[in-house]
Each structure stands twice: as C-alpha cells, then as structure tokens.
C-alpha cells in the first residue's frame, strides 16, 4: 500500500525562497506542496480551506508576525503542524514561537541541512529545533542574570497576544501608523491597545514601554530607533 504523502503549506513572503523549500520539498517523495502564500491572511484562509497535514512559516510576513498567525492558526486548526522557517535566532522569538504553538524552529541559513529532518521530527509528533540554534539558546540563557524579584501584577503575560504583538513593534521604533499599516488594522485601534498596555503595564510614555521591554528581553534596546 502507497503511504499518503504529507501536504505542507508555505507561507514566506520571499517568493525565491519559497521555490527554493519547494523545489528541495518536492524532491522529497513523502510530502506534497498543498499551497504556498506570502502574507499571513492569505497564509490563514488557505490553511482553513486546505487543511494541510503541516505548515511552515515565517516569522516576518508583511501584514503580521508569524507568531501571531500561529495563533490564529491554532485556534482553527489545533492539531496542526507548524515549523518557523526564520533568520531570527533571538531567544525571545524561538520561545514566543513555541508558547505560541509551533513544534519546531529552523534557520533559514541551514534550511536545506536540517528543514527535512525537521519535518521527520514534528510529523511524528515531537518538537525540533535546529542544531545551528539549539547551542545560541542554551549559550543565551545561560549568561541571563538570576532575577531577585519578578514582575508581578500587570505584567507581559497579562497582555493579548495582539496587544504582545503591537508592544514589540512600538518598542522597536515602529510608529503606530506604520504598526496600523503592517497589521492591516486603522491606527486608532493601534492606539487603543497602545492604551490598554501602558494601563496593564503602569506606563508612562514611550521610553519607560521601551525599557520594559528590553528589561524583559523583549528587543535589543541597541536597535531601537
């Protein structure tokens, strides 16, 4: 008997790279390309209409974060798959990805080495993170300073994952029309979750959101703009 194979979707917004996991995918005689789409939106309604067995991602797409579309992915299709396929090797994003939903996390950089087992990995139900990342996690982690005191009350974790998703983008030096353009939301919902995270976070103004989040190892305060 001929074993089905597994159907993955594709959503990047670089069509070169897209060819590229498809071409080395294809290759593969146990998994089938169901679709692929460059922005998180298109990425969600053709996981909803296809249902693929797993789904590989980006985490910037240009209407969303990819952590955010797991999310949304997740709750339409819970038992999915779902693989990041990103150049971010930041600790922060790798775990927001997995609380997120994802099982595994590989670099674009050593894609065409690892991406296959990867996906051998997550279809048989367990997670995988790539060898090129797995040492920079630990090496981060462990250089990380014991905290005395947790934040407590209204702290990150008490946030939307909308309203998580906004905070990073502000805190980066994105203005909130720029954050409304990208979210393909108007800018005065952007500014009515920039409200509600300066209340849940007892905030004043844009440099203590900034600290906060670099305090928490949100963003590199270095590349704030």
């Known amino acids: 008997m001929v074993k089905q194979k597994k159907s993955i979707l594709i959503v990047d917004d670089h069509p070169l790279f897209r060819e590229g996991l498809k071409s080395m995918l294809e290759r593969d005689r146990r998994f089938a390309i169901a679709g692929e789409a460059g922005t998180g939106q298109d990425g969600l309604a053709m996981a909803k209409k296809i249902q693929p067995d797993m789904i590989l991602i980006d985490v910037s797409l240009p209407d969303m974060s990819g952590i955010h579309l797991i999310y949304d992915i997740r709750k339409a299709l819970p038992d999915i798959h779902i693989i990041i396929v990103s150049m971010h090797s930041k600790v922060d994003y790798i775990a927001e990805a997995f609380k997120a939903g994802a099982t595994g996390y590989v670099s674009k950089d050593s894609a065409s080495d690892m991406l296959l087992q990867g996906i051998e990995k997550v279809s048989k139900g367990e997670f995988f993170m790539d060898s090129s990342l797995s040492h920079k996690v630990i090496e981060r ?6 905290r005395e005191t947790r934040i407590s ?71 704030w703009k």
């Open 141 to 146: 982690l462990t250089k990380l300073p014991v």
């Open 153 to 223: 009350g209204n702290d990150y974790s008490s946030l939307t994952p909308r309203e998580q998703e906004i905070m990073r983008m502000l805190a980066e030096g994105t203005s909130p029309k720029e954050t409304a353009s990208k979210l393909c939301i108007s800018p005065k919902t952007v500014e009515n979750h920039r409200a509600n995270i300066m209340k849940k976070l007892n905030l004043k103004g844009t440099m203590e959101l900034v600290r906060y989040a670099a305090r928490i190892g949100l963003i590199d305060i270095d590349l």
